[in-house]
């Protein structure tokens, strides 16, 4: 069975940092590209960034987010990584965690796999 956990969401003011965490089991985590997504309430799921599988080499980051947020994986540990840098009040959103099987993929509904999301509000 397949986990994608999310975990490091939070409320925190404008300009402070954040860095999320989703921890991956029941897949082979390297032949996965794996991307973080968020839903503000009332609007739909967008990408936030994306990193491709296995080595990491290729990664792609949403206009709204370039320069601020960095994604990364560690194979060893399962795990894909969001830092997230000088945050807005427009950051806040539900993030979740996606895998997709070889490719980087920027559509939600081609996603294999979701984590159950992380609530992260950014105050004014």
């Known amino acids: 069975q397949v986990q994608l956990v999310e975990s490091g969401g939070g409320l925190v003011q404008a300009g402070d940092s954040l860095r999320l965490s989703c921890a991956a089991s029941g897949l082979t985590f390297s032949g996965y590209a794996m991307g973080w997504f968020r839903q503000g309430s009332g609007k739909e799921r967008e990408i936030v960034a994306a990193?491709?599988?296995?080595?990491?080499?290729?990664?792609y980051y949403a206009d709204s987010v370039k320069g601020r947020f960095t994604i990364s994986r560690d194979n060893a540990k399962n795990t894909v990584y969001l830092q997230m840098n000088s945050l807005k009040p427009e950051d806040t959103a539900v993030y979740y965690c996606?895998?997709?099987?070889?490719?980087?993929?920027?559509?939600?509904?081609?996603?294999?796999?979701w984590g159950q999301g992380t609530q992260v509000t950014v105050s004014s």
């Open positions: 996606a895998a997709n099987w070889r490719s980087i993929e920027t559509r939600p509904s081609w996603i294999n796999y």
């Open positions: 990193i491709s599988w296995w080595s990491g080499d290729n990664t």
